[in-house]
């Protein structure tokens, strides 16, 4: 079995989906996945489902999530449910079944290894395996307390980072005029992250292309004034005056 919380929290066996409707059962799958083999206090589940003013009958209200969720994930001929009371609180133990983020996770540190190696071919494969695992927004539209929400931030970021290394072995093994157009999309979703901007403007300098590199340089400039007051990093700056003074090093020949 394979938890799946990349997109819209579901749960795939056998090719078949399973999704929980009922939003404070989703709720409680997702933190004990977030925690998985690790034991979750009552207490902290309460606040995730019901925040600072839970109900009279918060407790009994989780027996029955609880229940639910037993039901939901109960397999055929299996005695073991992977939910188990463990006081203070209730465990999943994952045992053979897998999680989709700790394989994204796996495959991105595997890749950043492989950076650090310059093994760039490999790098690049193991980027896009994680970011295949990607259905859409972390959890979907689920939002609940100080746990998931801290969980979907980290795995965000996480992401980006994914892609902004993906973006460097790209460029060091010659990519540059086919990752332009997703180093677009990439500024446009993210016109804050400077990184996504040096890469484009590296890699369309490198595909002959230096009036457009140096337009990205001032629509990030304008971009961050506009929103921050702030001028472009240095990273940034430097990579416009190498452009301008048609610096050697940025080639990719010279890069290799």
Known sequence: MKYEVL???RVTERDSHSSISARKIETVLAVLLIRSDQV????????????DQPPRRATAG?????????????????????IVTQPPGYQLRKGADEIDFHIFLQLMNQGRADMRERRF????????????????????DLRAGAIVEGFVTWLTEARLECLEMLADAQLEIGRHREFVGRLYSLTAENPLRETFYRQLMLALYRSERQADALKVYQAARRTLHEELGLEPCRALQELQHAILTADDQLDFAAAV
Do not use: M
């Open 7 to 9: 997109g819209p929290l």
């Open 40 to 51: 979750v206090g009552r207490d902290q589940l309460t606040a995730e489902i019901w925040g």
């Open 62 to 82: 989780l027996h029955v999530y609880i229940s639910q969720l037993r039901k939901f994930l109960q397999r055929r001929c299996q005695l073991d449910n992977p």
């Open 121 to 140: 071919e490999q790098a690049a494969e193991r980027f896009e395996s994680a970011l295949s695992l990607w259905r859409g927004p972390v959890l979907g």
